[in-house]
């Protein structure tokens, strides 16, 4: 089992950055890719991130592509999603997810662990 905390979310103005953690608990977490997700009001579901067990093999969407970085430490059994340059298209619920495999995957229904989501607000 693997259970998932966000924090780090808040409101920030637009061109600002924030960092968002995912601590993890369970010994599984250090062999489980790892994402983030976010949803917007009204909105799907989307990919923001991916990264692998090790790692060393990232994936973005487009749209943060270039301003957001995800990380991760194994030996703290937390993940990070650093955003920069924040534009208000950001506003969401942002949701980090696992799941106990080596490859690195967009889809949301791949992904067996979830947090409970930490809300990040970007004004104008």
């Known amino acids: 089992q693997v259970h998932l905390v966000e924090s780090g979310g808040g409101l920030v103005q637009a061109g600002g950055s924030l960092r968002l953690s995912c601590a993890a608990s369970?010994?599984?977490?250090?062999?489980?890719?790892m994402a983030w997700f976010r949803q917007a009001p009204g909105k799907e579901r989307e990919f923001v991130a991916a990264?692998?067990?090790?790692?060393?093999?990232?994936y973005y969407a487009d749209s943060v592509k270039g301003r957001f970085t995800i990380s991760r430490d194994n030996a703290k059994n937390s993940g990070y999603l650093q955003m920069n340059s924040l534009k208000s298209e950001d506003t969401a619920v942002y949701y980090c997810?696992?799941?106990?495999?080596?490859?690195?995957?967009?889809?949301?229904?791949?992904?067996?662990?979830w947090g409970q989501g930490t809300q990040v607000t970007v004004s104008s």
């Open positions: 997810a696992a799941r106990p495999a080596p490859t690195i995957t967009r889809a949301e229904g791949a992904y067996n662990y």
């Open positions: 369970g010994r599984t977490f250090s062999t489980s890719n």
């Open positions: 990264i692998s067990w090790s790692g060393s093999s990232t």
